[in-house]
């Protein structure tokens, strides 16, 4: 069974290093969806059922988004934020019935950050640095239940945000050094 959880979460892992090639949205929530499901049957096959459980919310989550994204313009914001509430309760009700140690509830924590930053329209900093804190809190869980290819799966998040932001930095640098005015004060 481990061996069989580890392929599941190496094949995450592949998910999610193509997920991060992707420019459009939809092919991006195409691979989420997918290593959702990947990661969730890493978690079955460890019977880790806190990991399991918040993992298939996730997907339902993701799959969820995907409509209300490719829809965005004909769905109603009450809508979308009914959507938003079921999805915070499901992970709630999730945690409660399959906690083992109260380390549990600050996953769910992680969790609840994670979708409703799902929901932040045009607030991608705000999605990458829950996303990091979520990953980091999912680190700890899968150390505590020997998930060790799901360690590298969170790591990989964690570093493609960090190149995100040296990128910008450097290339707000860069920017700067071409403007003689902005070099000037910098």
């Given at each position: 069974m481990f061996i069989l959880s580890q392929t599941f979460a190496f094949i995450t892992l592949i998910c999610v290093l193509v997920m991060f090639q992707h420019k459009s949205k939809s092919g991006f929530l195409l691979w989420v969806i997918l290593a959702n499901i990947a990661l969730t049957l890493s978690y079955v096959f460890l019977t880790d059922w806190v990991g399991t459980g918040l993992m298939t919310v996730a997907t339902l989550r993701a799959v969820s988004f995907f409509f209300l994204?490719?829809?965005?313009?004909?769905?109603?914001?009450?809508?979308?934020?009914?959507?938003?509430?079921?999805?915070l309760i499901a992970h709630t009700i999730t945690t409660a019935?399959?906690?083992?140690?109260?380390?549990d509830w600050l996953l769910l924590v992680g969790?609840?950050?994670?979708?409703?930053?799902?929901?932040?329209?045009?607030?991608?900093?705000?999605?990458?640095?829950?996303?990091?804190?979520?990953?980091?809190?999912?680190?700890?869980?899968?150390?505590r239940v020997g998930n060790?290819?799901?360690?590298?799966?969170?790591?990989?998040?964690?570093?493609?945000?960090?190149?995100?932001?040296v990128r910008r930095w450097y290339e707000?640098?860069?920017?700067?050094?071409?403007?003689?005015?902005?070099a000037e004060h910098s």
């Open positions: 994204e490719k829809n965005r313009a004909k769905t109603p914001n009450w809508l979308a934020v009914l959507v938003l509430l079921v999805f019935l399959t906690w083992e140690i109260w380390f969790a609840l950050c994670q979708t409703c930053s799902s929901w932040a329209k045009g607030r991608m900093n705000l999605v990458r640095i829950l996303n990091v804190a979520y990953s980091s809190l999912l680190i700890a869980h899968n150390i060790w290819m799901a360690i590298a799966v969170e790591a990989a998040v964690i570093t493609s945000v960090i190149i995100y932001y707000s640098r860069r920017g700067q050094a071409d403007n003689p005015i902005l």
